[in-house]
């Protein structure tokens, strides 16, 4: 990753939840929540439920804004707007291309809302693959899903020729459905936490480490080297600052082995790059000369300082060419106060 001082590829997050742009700042639920399923319930369940299409789209184009800023220049994102669905995936795509970042787009199919809902959202994710989205097919978690659901879902994906994408033993609630999906995982599948699956099993597909929202939600350390598999990095919707999860990735692996090599989790990221190839070909100028994992690991605040897609320069000197910051960062804020209202409401 050092071709030349300062110099890198565009970073992969390879898990984003673009849609909690705009939870920072929201309502309390009314009762703290302890554990993690009622962190879902009290806080997230309420919050995609609460969002409508020109919301995702200003999350979208904020999220996609801070990652670009970051030096992040493709997303995998996983959706979920259970009254909002059809087109979601859309303007997702739309809102990161107007940024200048690349994005796999994915709706995460579950049966929380009866099987209309889990229809609705196999179709949502059918019609973007079909007219030409860059994508994959969205599970939420095993234990929020049927089994015919999961079926249906692992067979769309079988049919169009792509992978799925799914969280997967997250949290205890998880456990045994979560592990049951990953024993049918294929090579393309991606695998998001893996916090409770077990050792000893030579799982397909990819796990998604996601360090910072583990550890924010207290569900437990994933250890990822235990689980034998190819292992990249994501945020869960915590931003797309890549280094600052590569960051957190080291020093919570160092916590319990010393000895570990910021080179573990600095080839996880780059192992982003297996999942979209194409921001190999970006280029970020960064704030610091020397972007290699033992210096990054000890550095905080490095920044992308100039970004290049595909020829064009989308970031100047930590600014957005092709939308005006200004205006998205005030749009987002105002689909902010709807979105609290609604909360509220």
Known sequence: ????????????????????????????????????????ERVWWRLDAALDLDMIEWSAKLGALEALQAGCTAIVDHHESPNAIEGSLSVIARACAEIGVRANCSYGVTDRHGPEGALAGLEEN????????????????????????????????????????????????????????????????????????????????????????????????????????PVVLGTDGIGADMLE????????????????????????????WNLMPAARNDVVTWNYPSIEPWHVAYTPGVRARNVVVEGTKVLDEGRPTMVDEAEVRAKAAEAAVRLFAKLDA
């Open 1 to 40: 990753m050092t071709e030349a001082a300062g110099v890198t590829p565009g970073l992969v997050c390879a898990h984003h939840h673009l849609y909690s742009s705009l939870a920072r700042g929201m309502p309390a639920p009314d009762e703290s929540p302890r554990r993690f399923l009622q962190i879902l």
């Open 126 to 229: 059918r019609r973007f693959l079909a007219e030409g989205g860059i994508g994959m097919v969205g599970i939420h978690a095993a234990f929020t899903c049927s089994g015919d659901t999961l079926e249906a879902a692992a067979g769309m994906a079988d049919e169009l020729g792509v992978g799925v994408h799914v969280h997967v033993a997250e949290g205890f609630v998880d456990a045994g459905p979560g592990t049951a999906l990953a024993r049918k995982a294929k090579d393309d599948w991606l695998l998001v936490h893996g916090i409770n699956l077990p050792d000893g099993v030579d799982f397909n597909g990819t796990l998604v480490h996601t360090p910072r929202s583990n550890m924010n939600n207290a569900v437990g350390y994933a250890d990822p080297p235990r689980l034998n598999m």
């Open 245 to 272: 999860e590569f960051r957190l990735a080291f020093v919570r692996r160092r916590e319990i082995d010393v000895t570990t090599s910021p080179e573990e989790p600095w080839a996880w990221l780059e192992g982003g």
